[in-house]
């Protein structure tokens, strides 16, 4: 269309009585830049070089001007469309805008945000230089007003679908539901459509755009414009004229002919004609001039160093910004190197098609009608507007409060179908409503994350159908690959392949792989096994105590109790008798002291203790379960997805290997009681989800170790690559875990948990230490050695307190009669008898 309208500019030139005998005339080369700012640096170094122009008509995008500005000191570079504010003349002196800048238009959104009342509200731009130069205008301007930014969101000018699709759930997060959009007209052509499949394009919401967008809307396909019903945008006003009215009748003849749907010519078009008269009119009133010889070298490159100065560069944009004229835009005259502001800005609402509902001018706001010279005709108030239709089909203005989507888009989730392993994920076909039930670990996980999403993510489950090449989980992988599934939930394993053309959330299921193997009970025929209980140091310190605790009573009783008097023979047996048949209870010695009774009380105590220990852990000694060994495995069985790790497995010093594949949990009971000479397995490596389901069943007559060969990385969500989803998945996952609602959920499907051991708990029984009694111990040597300190002391008081009482008595001698006086043959002991 631009090249069409400058084409009609020549054509008008030439035909122009006041040109039709100048001796210079203008001829349009044109060249495709296809939208790609090197394209058009390498066109204009090849127009220059080759074809010898006097000036450079274009480029169309800001990034193309800011490129091509480093060829403005040799010949005027005239844009009708890089509105950019990043641009300026300071740095490209000979750059000449023939557009407006898009900074004259942030009164205009400032002045709708303030007579809508919208306190809040989100920017939407590209990240482009046309994106960003003007969000800092835009932001001190609302601020003026009293509007709140709430959040900025970035899209990239070549965003992919679900990029922008992700940072759309974001948006829908957000307590403003006020959206201004600034971004070019082919990126915003694919976002509405996207805007309007979720949903955000309903009663409720509001939409401003830039000129950038509503200056194309006439040439955008009709499904776009469906897209954008409710929209407000500005351009700018261009006042009607003769001239004008004349071009727009000559514009349609000419495309009657090559189109059967005339295009509206756009203000670009406009513009684009206005830069060929401006330039002709300064060439012209310079007159002709002597340009450079053009250089024969065939081997000279056509880079920038080799495009010579031309002596009438300057003098063209000297000429060019001098000059004043009326244009079919309206009246051109240039201030600074670019278009001045118009003098009004129209407001537009796309309702059915493009309607004009008012006007904004600088000095009166907005207005409801201009006169043909821009000025308002009307007193600003926005009741007069036009009628304005909303998202939705709402005559209502949206107040900026947050309202959820009642319909959107719906993410399609490819759910895999298997035989067993229900607890994971089972598909069903409800017989009544013929509804597909879909229910799992797997499945009640994604719905939990989703569900802690700051935004609403509506899905909708849909069965993978079996594979035809046998890969069954590859190809529901390779379809969310190419986008014909958004997600995939299930029981997919993580793996370095996979990852390379998909997108992983972070593991919801423990890592790692284990072998299920049977369980056997075999008993200890070791002569010796009776001491294993106990270790050497245990057994030694009882036997001590025993001795220690017997001399402690005999100590105490000796003095008193006849019992533990006699020859020296007999006093070391009782004590050895005494200490060890308190082993057995079966002491029968009548105690006198009130300390060994307290000392025997308390050692029987440690006795009661130890004995009951003792027999505990014997008898899980001779009848804990053996596992069977794994060196006589001769065939390992899997599940369907978990055979991606038979790979890791062939070289382990395994005999004859065989690898089947276990659909079922019943499939790997059967394989396991079989047994590898009947046709089955000796054990099953896979993954821990899967074994717990089957320990969940089995748990009798099998359990599972961890073998220290192989690893895996988990269960995780299938996302395309680049999905901005994942993180915000992964993130829910761990918010999960963290508050423990991750094990919840596990626990709900896997009902028996007390039996997942390992291979040492279950052969291996820990001997009991002098460390786990060191209390008892220290308890009965405090209270023997009390004991015996407080016996000594006491007979030590008795003796003292007898001698006093002999001494304070008188002494009456006695004698015996003269006949009993003993000879002295009598012993010593018959005279110390009668002495008495």
């Not at 000979?94 to 303030?114: E, H, K, W």
């Not at 755009?209 to 509503?214: A, K, L, W």
């Not at 070391?572 to 082993?583: A, N």
């Not at 069985?637 to 890791?648: A, H, P």
């Amino acid at each position: 269309m631009a090249q069409q309208c400058m084409t009609m500019a020549i054509s008008d030139l030439n035909a122009s009585p006041s040109h039709i005998n100048h001796p210079l005339k203008l001829i349009l080369h044109p060249r495709n830049s296809m939208g790609q700012p090197l394209k058009a640096l390498s066109s204009a170094v090849e127009l220059l070089e080759n074809e010898r122009v006097d000036a450079l008509i274009g480029p169309q995008t800001s990034e193309e001007a800011e490129l091509l500005g480093e060829l403005g000191d040799r010949v005027p570079i005239i844009s009708f469309s890089a509105s950019s504010p990043l641009l300026s003349r300071e740095k490209n002196p000979n750059f000449i805008r023939m557009t407006t800048n898009d900074n004259s238009q942030v009164g205009a959104i400032a002045a709708l945000v303030q007579k809508f009342g919208w306190r809040e509200l989100v920017i939407i731009h590209e990240d482009s230089s046309y994106g960003n130069g003007i969000i800092p205008d835009l932001l001190l301007t609302l601020h003026e007003g009293n509007a709140r930014v709430a959040h900025r969101t970035v899209l990239p000018p070549q965003a992919r679908d679900i990029y922008v699709e992700a940072q759309l759930y974001k948006l829908m997060a957000l307590s403003a539901n006020i959206f201004i959009v600034h971004m070019s007209a082919s990126l915003a052509s694919r976002f509405f459509i996207k805007v309007n499949e979720l949903g955000l394009m309903s009663t409720g919401y509001g939409w401003i755009v830039t000129d950038g967008i509503v200056n194309e809307l006439p040439v955008m396909d009709q499904s776009v414009l469906d897209s954008m019903q409710g929209v407000i945008g500005i351009r700018p006003s261009i006042p009607p004229s003769e001239r004008l009215h004349n071009f727009s009748t000559k514009w349609r003849n000419n495309f009657t002919n090559q189109h059967h749907q005339i295009p509206e010519v756009n203000v670009y078009c406009l513009w684009a004609y206005d830069s060929v008269w401006a330039l002709a009119k300064a060439v012209y009133h310079l007159g002709p001039t002597t340009s450079m010889q053009k250089n024969d070298s065939a081997n000279e490159l056509a880079h920038l160093a080799a495009i010579h100065s031309r002596r009438t560069g300057s003098d063209l944009v000297h000429t060019i910004l001098r000059g004043k004229f009326t244009g079919l835009s309206g009246e051109i005259q240039l201030k600074n190197g670019q278009l001045q502001q118009p003098l009004a800005f129209g407001i537009v609402n796309v309702i059915g098609r493009v309607k004009r509902i008012g006007f904004w001018t600088q000095w009166n706001g907005m207005t409801q009608g201009l006169n043909r010279s821009n000025v308002a005709t009307q007193s600003p108030s926005l009741r007069k507007m036009g009628s304005i239709g909303w998202p939705g089909s709402s005559s209502a203005i949206p107040k900026g409060q947050r309202v959820m989507p009642k319909t959107g888009k719906r993410m399609r989730i490819g759910v895999p179908i298997k035989k067993g392993y229900k607890e994971l994920v089972g598909v069903e076909l409800d017989p009544e409503t013929n509804a597909t039930i879909v229910t799992g670990l797997c499945i009640d996980v994604f719905k939990a994350a989703t569900d802690l999403l700051p935004y609403e993510v509506k899905f909708d489950f849909i069965p993978f159908p079996n594979s035809t090449t046998g890969s069954y989980y590859e190809d529901l992988i390779y379809h969310v690959y190419l986008q014909q599934y958004d997600v995939a939930v299930g029981d997919i394993t993580i793996t370095g392949n996979r990852s390379s053309y998909v997108d992983f959330t972070m593991p919801f299921t423990e890592t790692g792989v284990v072998m299920i193997v049977p369980i056997e009970t075999s008993r200890s025929t070791n002569t010796w096994t009776f001491l294993q209980p106990l270790t050497v140091d245990l057994w030694l310190v009882i036997g001590a105590f025993f001795v220690f605790t017997g001399c402690v009573v005999w100590t105490i009783e000796h003095g008193d109790n006849n019992e533990f008097k006699g020859p020296l023979a007999q006093q070391i047996g009782m004590v050895m008798w005494y200490s060890f048949s308190t082993l057995f209870f079966a002491q029968r010695e009548k105690l006198i002291s009130n300390s060994s009774k307290v000392v025997v009380i308390v050692w029987l105590f440690v006795v009661l203790i130890l004995t009951s220990s003792y027999t505990a852990n014997l008898s899980s000694m001779l009848t804990v379960h053996q596992l069977q060994s794994s060196p006589k495995v001769e065939s390992i069985g899997f599940t369907v997805d978990s055979k991606l790790i038979q790979t890791d497995l062939i070289n382990l010093p395994f005999k004859n290997p065989y690898f089947p594949t276990l659909d079922t949990v019943e499939d790997c009971a059967n394989a396991l009681r079989d047994g590898s000479r009947n046709g089955g397995v000796s054990a099953i490596i896979d993954e821990i989800p899967y074994v717990k389901v089957f320990l969940s069943k089995y748990s009798a007559q099998y359990t599972m170790v961890e073998p220290s060969y192989n690893s895996t990385n988990g269960f995780g969500f299938v996302f395309p690559k680049g999905s901005p989803l994942v993180p915000d998945i992964s993130a829910s996952i761990a918010k999960l875990r963290e508050d423990g609602k991750l094990h919840l959920i596990s626990q709900n499907w896997f009902q028996n948990r007390s039996l997942f051991t390992n291979q040492d708990s279950a052969t291996k029984v820990a001997r009991l230490d002098f460390y786990s009694f060191r209390g008892l111990f220290l308890i009965t040597g405090i209270t023997s050695t009390v004991a015996v300190i407080a016996s000594y002391k006491f007979r030590k008081k008795q003796s003292t307190t007898a001698q006093h009482e002999v001494a304070d008595q008188p002494v009456e001698e006695t004698f015996p009669p003269v006949g009993d006086i003993p000879s002295r043959r009598t012993s010593f002991k018959h005279i110390r008898r009668y002495s008495y």
